[in-house]
């Protein structure tokens, strides 16, 4: 049974899979190239709690909303909400360079 969240991670344009982590980094669905995929699960939460972390003005400490890991063919793009980590990998599709 699917849930309206993973329900709207597999409509995700370009979407080649994802994950859903609760807080104990235990993946809770997954689908795709990341079906089941535990040590990329702990790669993303290690990221998440370092990101976390880091403050980047002394005046706002404002948590980050979205995390993006782009490589030359694929993107991971992380969100928290609802107490869960939600990670979508992606086909990465760089626009063309402008040329002057």
């Known amino acids: 049974m699917t849930s309206p969240v993973t329900q709207s ?6 979407q080649l899979g994802y994950l859903v982590i609760n807080e104990d980094g235990a993946v809770m669905a997954s689908s795709g190239e990341l079906e089941n995929d535990e040590k990329t699960a702990e790669v993303v939460m290690k990221m998440v709690q370092m990101a976390s ?3 980047l003005t002394p005046e706002r400490n404002e948590p980050f909303k979205r995390l993006s890991v782009v490589f030359d063919t694929n993107m991971y793009v992380v ?4 107490h869960k980590v939600y990670v979508c990998k992606r086909k990465y599709n760089p626009s063309e360079p402008m040329s002057v």
């Open 9 to 14: 991670l597999e409509r995700i344009p370009d």
């Open 53 to 55: 972390r880091v403050q």
């Open 79 to 82: 969100t928290i909400a609802n």
